[in-house]
């Protein structure tokens, strides 16, 4: 089941939310619970079983190292955290990677060992690296042990952030998952959250995927150099307002029912360079590497040259974390190669740049991660690169203006392609700006507001016409599942 459907919209939420509404305080985690494993079991009943099983491993580690610690038995206790670990990522890399190293042994040494045609079990890299943090930070102290079941099952399946993140960790929610407040107000501020992800999923997300796919259906003799941009441009377009907009429907869920959620974009696209835009994307994955894996390696405290293994271990691990696919190691390298450019040359050119020229430094840093982005989307690394060419190629380029074969030329293909795509495109680019927040903070700060911290009038039209909107648009649409479900 998928936020942006219309059985979650009008059979499953609202029933969830009714009953939750009149549901005793003490129940309301194993309601949450039970509707949780309904929500995921709706795609795949027989996965349920796998996140059951993390569920109670780190739920037993969590008690072990919580009763090792209170002995002073500290290798008992790190032992324990250590089986979590090594479990946790047994558990994702055999669902997720088994087949991948079979076919790269396969390829390296001409063996022919069958694949397990693994099915990847949705959300496991998400729920996986939430229950790792759990018993890495029940270990560390910084929270204390759920002693509850059923209140941390109900956090690891908690719905809203189950299948696409972001990433809560446990110590993000640990007063809420035991003490939180059915707020109507609240409520209200998080219905409209949740419509506006809604909108950034089904009315530019999915347009921009449409028009990205009709471009990948040319064969890739026949890429132009206009073709290739304008499907970078619509994938750049699509990734961000899919899962920020996933991310903002969760968050909003999560208000909700009572819980805070961190924030897991701040507008990446007007980043000024590449650690800006990983400071900004996905804040939440970038958090947890940055806590549970760069500094425990020594972070930059250990001189250059390990600082540098540190941020190599990381990439790769952040690249291989997106799938199973040599395409996304390359794109993690190709971050770790553009950030240790960065930070040895291009950082200290860019503060000679005056200040009222920062938009070339943004225009530099989206033309580098819209790359990054035709790395991502092509499994098939030379099609990568046919695309990768044909976006640097004068050749390419003047294909895509050749207008002597009449309707049919290439000519025709990319003025076709623009006038289909230049509306979505304009809204999009400014739409992942802080421009229509700011302006729409401005008009909204003169509406009517019933309190501190209630929402305005305007904010509740605005949610009603993006509710509206984005119904009418999935009634007449087919399936459509979010890009971060299959990582």
């Known amino acids: 089941m998928v936020f942006s459907s219309m059985v979650f919209l009008t059979v499953f939420l609202p029933s969830v939310f009714l009953i939750y509404l009149f549901c005793p305080n003490r129940a309301r985690n194993l309601f949450l619970f039970i509707a949780s494993l309904i929500f995921y079991a709706w795609g ?31 290798k008992a206790a790190k032992t324990v955290m250590i089986v979590s670990v090594v479990g946790n990522l047994a558990i994702l890399g055999f669902f997720k990677y088994t087949d ?43 929270v204390k042990a759920q002693h509850n079941i059923i209140s941390f099952g109900m956090y690891v399946c908690l719905f809203p952030q189950l299948i696409a993140g972001p990433i809560v960790r446990y110590k993000d929610i640990a007063e809420e998952v035991d003490n939180r407040h059915f707020i109507p107000s609240q409520i209200a501020l998080g219905m409209y959250r949740f419509s506006i992800g809604l909108a950034k999923k089904v009315l530019l997300a999915n347009k921009a995927g449409d028009i990205y796919k009709d471009i990948t259906s040319i064969h890739m003799s026949d890429l132009t150099g206009p073709a290739v941009l304008i499907s970078a441009v619509c994938y750049t377009i699509q990734i961000y307002f899919d899962f920020s907009g996933y991310s903002d429907m969760a968050i909003g869920l999560g208000q909700i029912f009572g819980f805070h959620f961190p924030e ?32 425990p390696l020594g972070g930059n405290r250990k001189g250059f040259a390990r600082q540098i293994l540190n941020l190599l271990i990381v990439w790769s691990l952040t690249g291989f974390w997106h799938g199973a696919s040599w395409n ?18 291009m950082l200290r050119l ?40 044909a976006l640097f190629s004068s050749e390419a380029w003047k294909a895509g203006f050749d207008f002597r074969g009449g309707h049919i030329s290439t000519g025709y293909q990319t003025v076709y392609l623009f006038r289909g795509s230049l509306v979505l495109m304009a809204v999009g680019i400014i739409g992942a700006t802080e421009i229509p927040h700011r302006a729409f903070t401005i008009v909204d700060s003169k ?15 605005l949610s009603l016409i993006l509710m509206l909107l984005s119904v009418m648009t999935l009634l007449s649409d087919s399936f459509n599942p979010f890009l971060y479900f299959r990582f």
């Open 44 to 74: 795949e009943p027989a996965y349920i079983f796998i996140m059951l099983f993390s569920t109670v491993f780190d739920y037993v580690n969590g008690r072990l190292i919580e009763h090792f610690r209170a002995q002073s038995r500290e």
């Open 350 to 389: 860019w503060k000679k740049l005056p200040e009222k020229l920062g938009f070339i430094r943004v225009i530099v840093t989206m033309i580098l991660v819209m790359c990054g982005w035709i790395l991502f989307s092509h499994t098939d690394l030379d099609e990568a690169a046919a695309y990768m060419k």
């Open 100 to 142: 991948f190293f079979i076919k790269t042994i396969n390829q390296l040494s001409g063996s022919a060992i069958g694949l397990l045609n693994i099915a990847l079990p949705v959300g496991i890299s998400f729920y996986t690296f939430q229950t790792m943090s759990y018993t890495i930070d029940v270990y560390r102290g910084d």
């Open 264 to 295: 897991n974009f701040n507008y990446p696209y007007q980043s000024k360079s590449i650690t800006e835009f990983w400071r900004r994307w996905h804040m939440t994955l970038g958090t947890w590497f940055r806590e549970y894996v760069y500094i």
């Open 447 to 461: 509406s009517k507001r019933h309190g501190e911290g209630q929402i305005s009038d305007l904010q509740m039209i």
């Open 328 to 345: 996304f190691i390359l794109w993690g390298l190709y971050y770790f190669v553009l950030l240790l450019i960065e930070k040895c040359l």
